[in-house]
């Protein structure tokens, strides 16, 4: 059984920093891409970041520049380090892993509010 454990969500006024982490547990024993995603009230789920196994990442046009993913492989963990946060920001944000054999596993979602 494969859990994704997210933490770091929050309330954050405008202009200010979280760190969002994800860490796997159970049987998965190679993951290739990592990624979070978020879903705002009344919107449909949104990719805001991928990296790759080989270090390679993507992000949202709307977070470019304010996000940075990154990976820990031996703890089986991403983060999502957020900037600059804005109102706009609020979500909840799921991570997602894609193991070797393809197989997507999903976090439970965790909260952001951006509010002054």
């Known amino acids: 059984q494969v859990q994704l454990v997210e933490s770091g969500g929050g309330l954050v006024q405008p202009g200010g920093s979280l760190r969002l982490s994800c860490a796997a547990s159970?049987?998965?024993?190679?993951?290739?891409?990592m990624g979070w995603y978020r879903q705002a009230p009344g919107k449909q789920r949104e990719l805001v970041a991928v990296?790759?196994?080989?270090?390679?990442?993507n992000y949202a046009d709307s977070v470019k520049g304010r996000f940075t993913i990154s990976r820990d492989n031996a703890k089986r963990t991403v983060y999502l380090q957020m900037n600059s946060l804005k109102p706009e920001d609020t979500a909840v944000y799921y991570c997602?892993?894609?193991?070797?054999?393809?197989?997507?596993?999903w976090g439970q979602g965790t909260l952001v509010t951006v509010s002054s």
């Open positions: 997602r892993f894609v193991g070797s054999s393809g197989y997507v596993y």
């Open positions: 159970g049987s998965i024993f190679s993951i290739n891409a």
């Open positions: 990296i790759t196994s080989g270090g390679s990442t």
